[in-house]
């Protein structure tokens, strides 16, 4: 039998001790926060659907807990940068990130990263799905439906133009798939976020872009561009007319771009369950979910474990993808 000496027992206690002391400074930091002004950090220029979607969050977060919620834009890198940036800050909860499908993708996309989207944050909660749709400029493009689309871009010469905000995003991947799927060949344009590519495609620098409905929507209600198909599998209760892709003829198209918020890991898990009641109780309220179904969101919130298992499945099923459309970036 082994015997346990006095050394040992007091390493034991010792241990006890830091870990009670580390849980108990864990629980402090959590019944002070907040104490200061949150940072929500947007991996986009301003103007475009998370940028949107992250003020009218913050703006009611601000009133929930009694503190600022400062949206900070830090775009680049197909969204990688702004995420790099809050999977390396203190995990103290006052940096957060509004995370977006595109994570998932730039995880195969890009060949090496400086974090790892789902060891480096802790999921929150998501905030709401918004459908990608295809638009043209109305009064540079005369296809009035994805088939003459489609028949434009095989005769054209050069090569018709399709617009992203940033390469290894959503809309660069369904780029890719409309292409394996028609047969057309296009240019793909990246861009740093959706503000500035629908000021091209606006000028008509552009041909089209697969952009989220938020924010194009004003531009398709004013009549300058035209929407030809959603890439989701139901229609959008925002375009109820606008046909998807696969009713277009496009067997297969179903994707739409989830937005949430994330922390840094090591963010103590009381924070994360007051920041999850606090989301939760905002995507729910009537007001905040008119303001999205107008801007053409489906609100959506989830608990921080169903957050974490649509990452995962996701993660897996556009690493295929991927492959599929040989997108690689250094």
């Known amino acids: 039998m082994r015997t346990i000496t006095n050394r040992t027992v007091g390493r034991i206690l010792g241990l006890t001790m830091f870990a009670a002391g580390v849980c108990g400074a864990s629980t402090a930091m959590a019944q002070d926060w907040p104490a200061k002004p949150i940072s929500l950090v947007v991996p986009f220029p301003s103007g475009g659907t998370t940028d949107i979607l992250a003020r009218t969050l913050g703006d009611q977060l601000s009133k929930a807990l009694g503190q600022p919620v400062i949206v900070e834009n830090r775009p680049g890198a197909g969204a990688t940068v702004g995420a790099d940036y809050v999977a390396k800050a203190k995990p103290d909860g006052y940096t957060l990130l509004m995370g977006a499908l595109h994570h998932t993708i730039a995880t195969s996309v890009y060949k090496k990263l400086p974090y790892s989207f789902q060891k480096d944050l802790v999921p929150v909660s998501t ?12 009064a540079k493009t005369p296809a009035r439906n994805v088939a003459e689309l489609v028949t434009l871009a095989k005769k054209a010469s050069p090569e018709l133009s399709y617009g992203s905000n940033g390469n290894g995003t959503a809309q660069h991947l369904i780029g890719t798939q409309f292409q394996a799927t028609t047969g057309a060949k296009l240019l793909h344009v990246p861009y740093k976020g959706s503000g500035p590519l629908t000021t ?3 000028g008509g620098q552009v041909t089209m872009s697969f952009d989220t409905l938020t924010t194009v929507l004003p531009h398709i209600k004013s009549g300058k561009l035209k929407a030809l198909a ?14 998807t892709m696969e009713e277009s003829g496009l067997k297969g198209f179903d994707i739409g771009t989830w937005f949430g918020v994330l922390a840094p890991a090591a963010t103590p898990k009381p924070i994360v369950t007051r920041l999850n009641a606090e989301i939760v109780r905002i995507v729910s309220s009537p007001d905040f979910q ?23 499945d996701e993660t897996g099923k556009f690493a295929v993808l991927v492959k599929e459309g040989n997108v690689t970036i250094e």
């Open 290 to 312: 008119q303001r999205m179904i107008a801007a053409g969101a489906e609100p959506m919130s989830s608990t921080p474990e169903a957050f974490a298992k649509r990452i995962n």
């Open 230 to 243: 959603v890439t989701t599998a139901k229609r959008s209760s925002a375009l109820p007319d606008v046909p």
């Open 200 to 202: 091209d495609l606006l």
């Open 127 to 138: 905030l709401a799905m918004v459908p990608n749709v295809l638009v043209i400029n109305s």
